[in-house]
């Protein structure tokens, strides 16, 4: 039986573990403007805090150690989902994804530096075929202009149900991001990352709705998941299936 005692170990400000039975938790500590504490276990498995400014390191960690239960629970949550799919090499061959579904990359020389869908192909052109780093860029620029227009068509989509419930109109911006799908800051600005036009069409509107949601209720409050069940049921299964599929 694993034991249960607790127990945490102090490095810098920034950086501590927990101990639990045999597990050692890194966890990153960040000191924001803020007015509480929030943790957050990432399908990565990695554990992020962030403190108000004003509290002193003493108390946060003490919070954070009598959440160390719940933080194995989530790493336990994401450890089926592991490993995850390894860095892309950007060489003809791989797969890479687009909306759920899987396309292969395939690499020619060319004038210039281009990259089109068609068929079941992702087909690129480059100067040098053999450069990673420039495949790399261009294959990020087309995701990142694929996925603003995508996305804005999804939200476009979803927002008049809002509208008629008292939301306002938010501003939507786009970020290719490495540790979230989105964020609505305030009840005014919707963040998307634009990786998450990887994803299936249903993961991505989960995405969306939740985050519209957060213009009506900005915390995960009773409300929130009320409003977010009424309008997606099946909300849990397309979380998990996001979870499923991690690009980043």
Same mark, same amino acid.
């Given at each position: 039986? @694993?034991?249960?005692?607790?127990?945490? #170990?102090?490095?810098?400000?920034?950086?501590? *573990?927990?101990?639990?039975?045999?597990?050692?938790?890194?966890?990153?500590?960040?000191?924001?403007?803020?007015?509480?504490?929030?943790?957050?276990?990432?399908?990565?498995?990695?554990?992020?805090?962030?403190?108000?400014?004003?509290?002193?390191?003493?108390?946060?960690?003490?919070?954070?150690?009598?959440?160390?239960?719940?933080?194995?629970?989530?790493?336990?949550?994401? *450890?089926? /989902?592991?490993?995850?799919?390894?860095?892309? $090499?950007?060489? +003809?061959?791989?797969?890479?994804?687009?909306?759920?579904?899987?396309?292969?990359?395939?690499?020619?020389?060319?004038? @210039?530096?281009?990259?089109?869908?068609?068929?079941?192909?992702?087909?690129?052109?480059?100067?040098?075929? +053999?450069?990673? *780093?420039?495949?790399?860029?261009?294959?990020?620029?087309?995701?990142?202009?694929?996925?603003?227009?995508?996305?804005?068509?999804? #939200?476009?989509?979803? /927002?008049?149900?809002?509208?008629?419930?008292?939301?306002?109109?938010?501003?939507?911006?786009? @970020?290719?991001?490495?540790?979230?799908?989105?964020?609505?800051?305030?009840? $005014?600005?919707?963040?998307?990352?634009?990786?998450?036009?990887?994803?299936?069409?249903?993961? #991505?509107?989960?995405?969306?709705?939740?985050?519209?949601?957060?213009?009506?209720?900005?915390?995960? +409050?009773?409300?929130?998941?009320?409003?977010?069940?009424?309008?997606?049921?099946?909300?849990?299964?397309?979380?998990?299936?996001?979870?499923?599929?991690?690009?980043?």
């Amino acid at each position: 039986m @694993r034991d249960r005692a607790l127990k945490m #170990i102090s490095r810098q400000p920034d950086q501590f *573990e927990l101990i639990y039975g045999d597990m050692r938790i890194p966890v990153s500590l960040k000191f924001e403007p803020r007015t509480r504490l929030t943790i957050t276990v990432y399908p990565d498995k990695s554990v992020v805090a962030k403190a108000p400014i004003s509290k002193q390191i003493e108390e946060v960690t003490t919070r954070i150690k009598n959440r160390t239960a719940w933080i194995v629970k989530q790493l336990e949550y994401f *450890e089926q /989902f592991h490993p995850i799919t390894p860095p892309r $090499r950007y060489i +003809s061959g791989e797969t890479h994804y687009y909306l759920g579904r899987q396309y292969r990359l395939r690499i020619t020389q060319g004038t @210039r530096p281009q990259v089109k869908l068609i068929g079941r192909f992702f087909l690129m052109e480059l100067s040098d075929p +053999s450069d990673r *780093e420039k495949a790399k860029k261009v294959m990020q620029q087309w995701y990142s202009k694929h996925a603003k227009g995508y996305l804005k068509k999804r #939200i476009d989509k979803y /927002f008049d149900r809002f509208l008629k419930i008292g939301a306002k109109e938010p501003e939507i911006r786009f @970020r290719r991001m490495k540790k979230r799908w989105g964020s609505c800051s305030n009840g $005014r600005v919707i963040l998307l990352n634009t990786e998450l036009v990887k994803a299936p069409i249903h993961c #991505i509107d989960y995405v969306i709705i939740h985050e519209l949601c957060h213009l009506i209720y900005p915390k995960h +409050s009773k409300g929130f998941f009320q409003l977010l069940s009424r309008i997606i049921p099946d909300w849990k299964k397309r979380k998990e299936r996001l979870e499923k599929v991690v690009f980043l």
